[in-house]
């Protein structure tokens, strides 16, 4: 897809060329066992050992910190029973009302008693109009009940970030493990683990031009853990399973990467974002930002253009090759808007208007150029057709 305008990074990125190339060598002759006592395995269990420390200097934390998964939805679900095994007498959970599938569906099966485990009280803190944290009812949830918290640095959705120095600090005070499912946040902002009160963190490969199938779970020394994957030695006995080392120096590779490109995603990439939305909300009337334009990650914009239909802007988008995401999903033939719109008060008729253009260092001046010169017409022809708000929208000929 050569003309693709890929503007859906926090969907997925594109493979970096370095990555594939760093990766190649262990699809081919280096293909030893990293456990295997023979030079050849040995040789391979030493570009896991790089792998493992450029990521440690990705996120700041010492290489030993770090466990390889298989995906970011692997170290939220592992994170979150570790603290359950690890506390079996607190029977009470803390999530936002705006988390990813992979920390929101395990604690909403928690709170109705699966998964085999005893039934746990789960409190969702939600989210005011901006969709930052309401810090004050995180506060009064927390108590000497509470196994973990699992909040979210970045949404990927509306990019907001919340407070998690805040949060991880009020944690500390009560001696409750704080998890952040960061997987949006790891390569776009500055990170240091060692200054930060947080005992895990989630991240994901495919999130930060690394192929998909490989993650990474922090885990602060000196805290309990449990494994979620019980086998082998592997991952000083937190994973088992044989290192899939082509994805391991993928990721790693990815994470140097990522280093290098976080000025540029604070400056070049941001730069590109604003000027996407500030000529999209000029451009188009009725449109608005959803989520803080403040407190937000560098790459994400989330749109909402009022009085059509986020998937009937996202199919006319693909017809000229530009890939985004809707704030709403098409299940059992009705379009529910996103939990995190509504968590937000985002209005039925905007969430429903709602794009999400997710940026990458890869994208160019000439590519937000193309966007601009083909949204707001877009816009104009559904609104014309809408099914909502007929007053407001141009009027349709009476034909
Ligand atoms: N958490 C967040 C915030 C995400 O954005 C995603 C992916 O979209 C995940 C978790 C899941 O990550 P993975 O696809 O690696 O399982």
Redesign the pocket.
Known sequence: MDNTIYLDN???TPVAPEVREAMMPFLDRLYGNPSSIHTFGGQVKAHVDKARQRLADLVGCHPTEIIFTS??????NTAITSALDCYPERRHLITTRV?????KNLCQALGQGGRGRPLYRVTEIPVDAEGLLDVAAFEDALDDSTAVVSV?W???ETGVLFPVETVGALCRDRGVLFHT?A??AVGKIPMDLADLPIDML?L????LHAP?GI?ALYVRRGTRFSPHIIGGHQESNRRGGTESVPLIVALGKAAELAKQNLHKENTEVAALRDRLENDLLEKAPDAHVNGSREQRLPNTTNISFEYVEGEAILLMLDQHGICASSGSACTTGSLEPSHVLRAMGVPFTAAHGSIRFSLSIYNTREEIDKVLEVVPPIIQRLRQISPFGHDKAPAKSKA
């Open positions: 926090n969907a997925t995906c970011g939805t692997e170290s939220d988390e990813h599938p992979g920390v979210m970045a949404n990927n499912d997987i949006q989630s994901s490969g495919h999130k998909k993650g």
